[in-house]
């Protein structure tokens, strides 16, 4: 792996680090109450099919709601996403994330982290008006 690629993966990973405290800083209104549930399953294990995910408390103004899945470990890796329209549900369904996504699957017998960060993003905006994170660990 080149250097190239590991300063991007750090600056990625920084981003969705500091996130949180600029959306809450900068939004400009009240802070978030956004909270994040993913409904799991043995089907999601190593699998492209993503799990439903639902959010609940997004602030005002979300237009669609931006979500990553990504693995912690010695090299952090990107494992899939994509974005989905917020319909005043909260609910991305099973199987909308269908841009690269590769469910989790740690080598048999060992634990990985993981996380969802999963950012609400208002019409036109580059910065999120909240973000929160899902972390789990899968065997």
Known sequence: MNFGRHVRI?????????????????????SSDMSVYV???????CSRISPEITVSGAPAGT?????RLVEYGEEDRFRGGGSWPNDGSGVIPEGAMMKHYHGPCPPVGQAKEYAFIVSAMGKNSIQPTAVRVYRFTQE
């Open 63 to 67: 237009e669609y709601f931006d979500v």
């Open 39 to 45: 409904e799991w399953g043995e089907v999601h294990r």
């Open 10 to 30: 750090a600056i990625f990973f920084w981003a969705a680090l500091l996130l949180p405290a600029c959306a809450g800083k900068d939004a400009g209104g009240p």
